[in-house]
């Protein structure tokens, strides 16, 4: 890092954000070698974030023996030695997108940016364009989605679909310096919502589509407030690519006047480009890409309609990048993405895997199945956040309720609250109520339903995918995974 604390009091007033400052400590000769928002991160020389309304000055006073020499928050604190230097600011969340984007020297001006946004899609849409830039780089590139971040120095799960503005500016160093020319990442609504992505103009920015989630006291206040976040995202891009099929199209296309091209896609025929001649064979989708003067023909693992619209979209980011037909086509092809849209069979039954969430993911998953294994009998497994996203019971309810014939309500990422009390609230909107019943454990209702399944029926294990754990009272608790159960079940083992 080697950047001295002067510098970033120097941005810090440049943009206005700055109220006050130790004064009698050389501040430029003081060197951060380290930043960091969380008392198990520190390090030699840390310049310690103080963020959260829950945030303790005890919590910093932990940390000044393992190394760190200032802080910056919304107020002083008088329990701290005056041999830490302080930095009063009047915004933390405005303060720590400068000081991350100063402390590891605007890296992301010296890569090539991709940032995808959607209600649903971000993570398919960055995978296919992941394996196509690999064959074009002939290495990975940078990564940052809702499954891994990958760096060139690092490969780790991820745990936040945009990460903290420290994480994210030095994820964009990390792939800087490991000299991988280009990072692709997910922007979540609540990457503008608390400035984690502010002050970053994208190369190219692709917005796949809206519809009504993240609503609570948590995230989104209201519907107006996702959109505008998202819009704020498309106000920062140089290349649009757009979903002419996106609700609030018109929104969308006047956030991205600033941008230097917009272009336009999905099924309609006025788009820049749009998709014909879809057909299933086999394992894949075939369909063709048509624009002026352009026709060419594609095929994807990847099952349901809205995922050709995600190949589109990393089609066309390809294509401006400069990759190769052949690289493209070979990228999309070989695209599969664990833990969504996975189907398993046995015995005349077919396991699907997939981590829809949202009204607008549940909607397309359970059209697909429909279209693809018709006069089935559907069985689904699933439920509901605990603590935000509220309107996701209602979605759940309504459309796994139509679309299946029976469910069982079980936990999914129930935080604080009762299992049981989230899966009453979702049953409330299913009609019928000899449709449904509560197993609280997941792996238990899984197995039951796998148990009582009958050749032919479809079994649909949702919005969990790969993830191998559960979010209990603020902890990761283990958890084998959907994924991996079923896989245990396709392979013949007891799960």
Known sequence: ??????????????????????????????????????????????????????????????????????????????????????????????????????????AWKDIKTVGITGTKGKTTTTHYLNNILERHL??????????????????????????????????FRETKDSNIPILIMEVASQGYKVKRTNGITFD????????????????????????????????????????????????????????????????????????????????????????????SNFKTKMQGKFNVENALAAIIIAKELGVSEKNIKEGIASTEIRGRMNIFEKDGITVVVDFAHNRLSFSALYEMIKQDYP????????????????????????????????????ADDPQFEKVRDICLDIATFIDGEDKWEIIEDRKEAIEKALDNAKKGDIIVFLAKGEEVYQKIKGEFIPYESDLILAKEWSNGNKT
């Open 1 to 106: 890092m080697n950047i001295t604390l002067d510098k970033v009091i120097d941005a810090l007033q440049e943009k206005g954000v700055l109220e006050r400052y130790s004064k009698n400590l050389k501040l430029s000769e003081m060197e951060i070698n380290n930043l960091s928002y969380d008392s198990r991160d520190v390090s030699n020389k840390t310049l310690f974030i103080c963020k959260g309304k829950l945030f303790k000055s005890e919590y910093l006073n932990k940390s000044i023996d393992n190394g760190v020499i200032a802080y910056i928050s919304e107020e002083y604190y008088e329990d701290i030695p005056d041999t830490i230097a302080y930095i009063i600011v009047k915004d933390i969340r405005e303060a720590m997108y400068i000081v991350a984007d100063t402390c590891y020297g605007h």
């Open 138 to 171: 002939g290495k990975r590139c940078g990564m940052i989605s809702t499954i891994e971040t990958y760096t060139g120095k690092r490969l780790e799960e991820s745990h936040l679909t945009t990460p903290e503005a420290p994480d994210l500016h030095k994820f």
């Open 204 to 295: 190219i920015g692709a917005f796949l589509n809206i519809s009504e989630d993240h609503i609570s006291d948590v995230e989104h206040s209201d519907f107006e407030d996702y959109l505008n976040c998202k819009l704020e995202f498309m106000k920062n891009v140089k290349t649009a690519i757009i979903n002419i099929n996106t609700d609030f199209y018109e929104s969308v296309v006047h956030a991205s006047s600033n941008a230097k091209k917009i272009i336009t896609y999905g099924y309609d025929v006025a788009a820049d480009y749009y998709i014909s001649n879809i057909k299933k064979e086999g394992i894949f989708i075939n369909f063709t890409v048509n624009s002026k003067g352009y026709k």
């Open 375 to 410: 006069n089935r009998r559907v069985i689904s497994v699933g439920g509901a956040p605990g603590g935000k996203a509220y309107a996701r019971r209602k979605d759940f309810g309504e459309i796994i309720g139509e679309g299946s014939d029976y469910i069982y309500l079980t």
